[in-house]
């Protein structure tokens, strides 16, 4: 049995963005699921699947102009990497959601932080406290 969890969006929450920061502690505002199962290695075949998705699906992201893809790297140098590579799989038989977004605040605190959150960059909480994230619906 393995316990996989997994956090998105989260962040620092500060004293100072409340009306009363005297009265606050700092904090961290998040969605999570964790998610029970069996893990089991996989063959190569496998491993080298999940390294093509995962490169088909995050880089046109961070590098939409040159994307990298296995192609790019010599055969041998691929091999060995590979072989530092411990490929699994989760067979997932229970799921539970949590979410901590300030819940304990009045909708004005919750307001204020997701403001000051979006202010400095946390975009993706922000809109999670606004309520306005699918995501938010776990918990």
């Not at 100072?16 to 069996?38: H, I, R």
């Not at 063959?43 to 992201?61: F, G, K, N």
């Not at 490929?87 to 229970?94: K, L, P, Q, T």
Request: glycine residues 8%; aromatic residues 6%; charged residues 25%.
């Amino acid at each position: 049995m393995v316990l996989v969890s997994v956090i998105e969006p989260e962040g620092y929450v500060s004293p100072n963005w409340y009306s009363v920061p005297g009265n606050q502690v700092p904090t961290w505002n998040y969605v999570c699921a964790e998610l029970d199962g069996v893990a089991r290695s996989i063959d190569v075949a496998a491993l080298i699947e999940q390294l093509d998705a995962l490169a088909a699906r995050h880089e046109p992201r961070v590098a939409p102009a040159n994307p990298w893809t296995r192609a790019k790297m010599e055969s041998m140098l691929f091999e060995k990497m590979l072989g530092a590579i411990l490929g699994f799989e989760v067979a997932v038989s229970a799921v539970r959601g949590t979410r901590k977004l300030s819940q304990n605040k009045s909708a004005d605190e919750r307001d204020r932080v997701a403001e000051a959150l979006a202010k400095s960059g946390n975009s993706r909480l922000a809109t999670a406290m606004r309520g306005r994230d699918p995501g938010t619906a776990v918990g």
